[in-house]
């Protein structure tokens, strides 16, 4: 069990992160969406493809507790800040993958669900493998920031069979001015591709639940 009282939407000061590279993290808004989108269940194996220093691992583990989270990252200079994360939020379940994807997931057991935040220009070879090892009923989410890979890997999905989706997520935060007034501040839109292959939707998913 970790030591998260929330199951998502920490906000983003509370990790550490590199600098002066601060605010390279998946943002709170947008990681909890991609984490719903992820359908994770309590004991789901999760693969976190390019964790950098985890705010997504920390709190799929939350939510997975009785599962297991591989947090992938092939940086060297993250893995330390990565740790620190997962001992800050005791985060037990999460397993710090060191290497490159895909080459490192034959050690691991197949994913229910799959993050993929970086992928280190090795994109196509990454799905085609995740697409490979994903249990029945899994999820792929993928976040990116330009149109044309979103797109890429949205044909990508339908050309293998899966069902997918795109989300565009365009937040804005208020900040304060000097004369006491508040603006809002426009975060980077960021557009989550979820992909999935013989099950249905999750919205679909809650009406079965309701009407059973």
């Not at 997975?64 to 800040?81: C, F, N, R, T």
């Not at 060191?98 to 992928?119: C, N, Q, R, Y």
Request: hydrophobic share 40%; net charge negative.
């Amino acid at each position: 069990m970790t030591g998260l009282k929330r199951a998502w939407g920490l906000k983003d000061n509370e990790f550490e992160q590199r600098r002066p590279l601060r605010g390279q993290i998946t943002k709170r808004e947008v990681r909890a969406v991609s984490l719903y989108c992820l359908g994770l269940r309590p004991d789901s194996i999760v693969w976190d493809i390019g964790a950098g220093t985890g705010s997504v691992s920390v709190e799929a583990a939350a939510i997975a507790h009785q599962g297991q989270v591989y947090a992938i990252e092939k940086d060297p200079e993250s893995i330390p800040l990565l740790s620190a994360n997962i001992d800050r939020f005791s985060a037990g379940n999460v397993q710090i993958v060191e290497g490159m994807a895909p080459e490192v997931f034959a050690s691991l057991p197949d994913p229910d669900s799959v993050f993929v935040g970086g992928s280190g220009g090795q994109l196509p070879s990454i799905l085609q493998e995740c697409a490979a090892r994903l249990q029945a009923r899994g999820r792929i989410v993928a976040n990116f920031a330009t149109l044309e890979r979103t797109n890429d890997t949205y044909r990508w999905f339908q050309n293998k069979g899966f069902q997918a989706e795109i989300s565009m997520i365009n937040a804005a935060r208020s900040r304060p001015m000097p004369d006491g007034s508040l603006r809002l501040e426009a975060l980077n839109p960021v557009f989550v591709v979820s992909a999935w292959k013989g099950c249905p939707s999750l919205e679909d998913e809650a009406d079965e639940h309701r009407s059973s």
